[in-house]
Nanobody, 120 residues
Framework: VQLQASGGGLVQAGGSLRLSCAASGRTFSGQATGWFLQSPGKDREFVAAIGTFTYYADSVKGRFTISRDNAKNTVYLQMNSLKPEDTAVYYC?????????????????WGQGTQVTVSS
């Protein structure tokens, strides 16, 4: 499975971005997909995941929405009410199981990151 993340950019606080994660080589329909962020010098942190259910980190609940378009084999992360502390490189990941997990080591495939920068 190859994952291609896109949609990052520079936005002012309070603004919105939509990240996309397109898969090739295998469909998403039977796999859980997650988004993680990584700031310089820190480990990757869980943001959201979708599979048999959706799950969000407390820090993004009510602001971010993860969704999936099986026809396009793409998972999205709609990010609203962005804050400067959301600034990071965002990665999408997929795992063989349809059950989403919150730990990075639980994912088998990773896309390249996309930079999100939120200015104050």
């Amino acid at each position: 499975v190859q994952l291609q993340a896109s949609g990052g950019g520079l936005v002012q606080a309070g603004g919105s971005l939509r990240l996309s994660c397109a898969a090739s080589g295998r469909t998403f329909s039977g796999q859980a997909t997650g988004w993680f962020l990584q700031s310089p010098g820190k480990d990757r942190e869980f943001v959201a995941a979708i599979g048999t259910f959706t799950y969000y980190a407390d820090s993004v609940k009510g602001r971010f929405t993860i969704s999936r378009d099986n026809a396009k084999n793409t998972v999205y992360l709609q990010m609203n009410s962005l804050k400067p502390e959301d600034t990071a490189v965002y990665y999408c990941a997929a795992r063989a199981s349809a059950i989403p997990v919150v730990v990075a080591r639980g994912y088998d495939y990773w896309g390249q990151g996309t930079q999100v920068t939120v200015s104050s």
